[in-house]
């Protein structure tokens, strides 16, 4: 039923990137006040070179550098906003996005996938569902991202009202293993 228009970034790595991470942080987030989706998120680190900033128009209790954070959204809400970027320099063979989520503080989602040049798969826990998407060819080059987020949330919960959380941690890394970006992520869906 949502309404998705998305200005398209020139690389396929941050098209990809952005909508995993916005679609984590919709669908997947602190504490429960009802029914609905909530998260917040801390960057640790970014890269001198990059920027990264995701700001939603409401739902939100507090922002910093980085954008909007302390989000709250209940089921059948319209969650507009944006995420801006730059991404300083060329993520070549061998750059990295790792996850280390905990469901519920106890099932592991641990997964590593290169950048680009390969497929990137993990099997999302509890439901055991194999995810499989392409990754952009080699190197991504270094340029800024613009996204519109416009996407209405589905009406009904997926986990049927049962509270559902992850918490831990995404980092993206270079070849030289050094991090272009790294957050701290926790979220819950009721």
Not at 131 to 159: G, K, R, Y
Request: aromatic content about 6%; glycine content about 8%.
């Amino acid at each position: 039923q949502g309404v998705n228009h998305t200005s398209v970034p020139r690389h396929p790595f941050f098209r990809r990137a952005m909508k995993v991470s916005v679609a984590a942080l919709l669908l997947a987030p602190a504490v429960v006040s009802g029914s609905g989706v909530q998260f917040s998120r801390t960057v640790t680190s970014i890269a001198d070179d990059s920027s990264f900033a995701l700001k939603f128009d409401s739902g939100c209790s507090s922002s910093d550098d980085y954008g909007s954070n302390d989000c709250s959204f209940a089921w059948g809400d319209e969650v507009t906003g944006s995420v801006d970027g730059e991404l300083g320099h060329d993520l070549n063979e061998g750059s990295t996005f790792d996850v280390n989520l905990k469901v519920d503080r106890i099932i592991s989602w641990k997964f590593s996938c290169a950048v680009c040049g390969q497929n990137c798969t993990t099997t999302v826990p509890v439901v055991n569902q194999e995810v499989n998407f392409a990754m952009p060819d080699c190197p991504v080059a270094a340029d800024a991202i613009s996204e519109v987020i416009d996407q209405v949330l589905p009406t009904d919960s997926p986990t049927d009202g049962v509270k559902v959380s992850a918490s831990g941690s995404i980092d993206v890394k270079d070849e030289s293993g050094a991090a272009v970006l790294a957050l701290d992520l926790d979220i819950t869906i009721q």
